[in-house]
């Protein structure tokens, strides 16, 4: 749920980012530098940070972004479909149908893209699983070792979250 989350957020971040350069390319020229977003380096930087520290070589680095790339194929038509599934339960909301029929509508949307996701998390854990298959032994301990300290640092960030929320 969270990687969905964060899909759906970098994909309204480039769409706000290409909306954006079209109405400032009517105005004011920017430089290449300066319209790169900040989103963009960090997920640069945390990429090559987490090359670093698994310690790919070049041949596994080239065959990971291959991986990503069929990836993001397969993933993308599935997201492309959860959104407008989602933008769908959202005109309906807004429509003047009756509540009951609303209500109908929203239950089979939702199941829809329960579905959807269900779909997309299979592919990602597909991806991960051809990620791992070009790792070491070692390689592989890292890379489990990363994934333990990243559901601690999200369990830790949510539970800050729930204290806050209930603080107020």
């Given at each position: 749920?969270?990687?969905?989350?964060?899909?759906?957020?970098?994909?309204?971040?480039?769409?706000?980012?290409?909306?954006?350069?079209?109405?400032?390319?009517?105005?004011?020229?920017?430089?290449?530098?300066?319209?790169?977003?900040?989103?963009?380096?960090?997920?640069?930087?945390?990429?090559?940070?987490?090359?670093?520290?698994?310690?790919?070589?070049?041949?596994?680095?080239?065959?990971?972004?291959?991986?990503?790339?069929?990836?993001?194929?397969?993933?993308?038509?599935?997201?492309?479909?959860?959104?407008?599934?989602?933008?769908?339960?959202?005109?309906?909301?807004?429509?003047?149908?009756?509540?009951?029929?609303?209500?109908?509508?929203?239950?089979?949307?939702?199941?829809?893209?329960?579905s959807l996701e269900?779909?997309?998390?299979?592919?990602?854990?597909?991806?991960?699983?051809?990620?791992?298959?070009?790792?070491?032994?070692?390689?592989?301990?890292?890379?489990?070792?990363?994934?333990?300290?990243?559901?601690?640092?999200?369990?830790?960030?949510?539970?800050?979250?729930?204290?806050?929320?209930?603080?107020?």
């Amino acid at each position: 749920m969270k990687k969905v989350l964060v899909l759906t957020f970098i994909l309204f971040m480039a769409v706000s980012g290409v909306y954006a350069a079209d109405n400032a390319a009517d105005t004011v020229s920017v430089p290449p530098q300066a319209a790169q977003s900040p989103c963009r380096t960090d997920m640069k930087n945390r990429g090559a940070a987490f090359e670093k520290r698994l310690g790919l070589t070049e041949a596994q680095k080239a065959k990971a972004r291959e991986l990503r790339m069929k990836g993001h194929e397969k993933l993308k038509p599935v997201l492309d479909e959860i959104n407008n599934k989602k933008q769908e339960a959202k005109m309906v909301k807004l429509s003047r149908i009756a509540v009951w029929a609303q209500e109908e509508k929203l239950a089979k949307l939702d199941k829809e893209i329960a579905s959807l996701e269900k779909k997309a998390n299979q592919i990602r854990r597909a991806n991960m699983k051809e990620f791992e298959s070009i790792l070491t032994k070692d390689q592989r301990k890292i890379l489990k070792q990363m994934k333990k300290e990243g559901r601690q640092r999200y369990e830790r960030r949510k539970a800050a979250e729930n204290s806050s929320t209930l603080s107020k």
